[in-house]
């Protein structure tokens, strides 16, 4: 069953829409995004993937360095345990306006980094237990997990060919 969503995860990563404006300069790209987290100290049942998406205008700024921009949505879910009786999960949704620079080197090799800025839009901590607390209950306001928009930001760093 795990394997299976590996595989859709692996198939959907590769995936990449790219429209180039009529200067082959800029273009629009819609990216799918997938992520899963793995408790190391529990082996109780996770979520295996996080869906999310972004959608990047790209500007050429000469032949060799671009400018990228837009927006990233990311859903997130991800459990822990504390020993073998209480569970926690903390779902969440979370909103980033990238912004990307892109280098090209020789032989189509480059590099990419850039800022993720962005809120934490909406979220909450859930628990549960093996003794007295059969269904998930809402633990947010006894944490220090907000509820309420957080700013938060992501440093990004990558390479490739094309």
């Not at 049942?45 to 999310?52: E, I, R």
């Not at 209480?86 to 080197?105: Q, T």
Request: proline fraction near 4%; include cysteine.
């Amino acid at each position: 069953m795990k394997s299976r969503y590996i595989i859709i995860a692996v198939i959907l990563l590769l995936v990449t829409i790219s429209c180039f404006a009529q200067d082959k300069t800029s273009a629009l790209i819609i990216n799918p995004q997938f992520s899963f987290y793995k408790d190391k100290y529990s082996h109780n049942s996770f979520v295996p993937l996080n869906p999310g998406a972004e959608i990047l205008y790209e500007f050429g700024l000469n032949s060799k360095i671009s400018l990228s921009s837009g927006v990233s949505y990311f859903y997130s879910i991800w459990k822990y345990s504390v020993g073998r009786k209480s569970f926690f999960k903390r779902p969440a949704h979370e909103l980033y306006l990238p912004v990307i620079m892109r280098i090209e080197f020789k032989q189509k090799f480059f590099t990419e980094f850039g800022l993720y800025p962005g809120w934490l839009v909406k979220g909450k901590e859930l628990y549960i237990n093996n003794i007295d607390i059969g269904d998930w209950k809402d633990n947010t306001e006894n944490t220090n997990y907000s509820s309420s928009p957080k700013f938060s930001a992501d440093l990004y760093f990558g390479t490739g060919f094309n």
